[in-house]
Nanobody
Framework: QVQLVESGGGLVQPGGSLRLSCAVS????????MVWYRRAPGKQRELVAV?????STCYVASVKGRFTVSRENAVVYLQMNSLKQADTGVYYC???????????WGQGIQVAVSS
């Protein structure tokens, strides 16, 4: 059984930093990519950052230069700097597997940026 557990969220002032972690336990194969999504209040879920099995990364334009995704074994991190109120939302990690259409989600973790 695959489980993803996120941690590191919370309340931070604008301009502050947070580091999210997502630990994957269990496996159905080789990890193809690990992805961070977020859902802001009243908005649809959006992809925030991706890191592939070979370490390639990409980001949504609104976080480029502020967020950094990294991975160490089965843990993916999202370092979030210079946070803005627009970054507020529930952040989810997602893991995609080589050769499988099935993917797995974490339970989500709240990030609130407010003064």
């Amino acid at each position: 059984q695959v489980q993803l557990v996120e941690s590191g969220g919370g309340l931070v002032q604008p301009g502050g930093s947070l580091r999210l972690s997502c630990a994957v336990s269990g496996s159905i194969g080789t990890i193809n990519a690990m992805v961070w999504y977020r859902r802001a209040p009243g908005k649809q879920r959006e992809l925030v950052a991706v890191i592939t099995s070979v370490g390639s990364t990409c980001y949504v334009a609104s976080v480029k230069g502020r967020f950094t995704v990294s991975r160490e074994n089965a843990v993916v991190y999202l370092q979030m700097n210079s946070l803005k109120q627009a970054d507020t939302g529930v952040y989810y990690c997602n893991v995609r597997w080589v050769g499988f259409t099935e993917n797995h989600w974490g339970q989500g973790i709240q990030v609130a940026v407010s003064s």
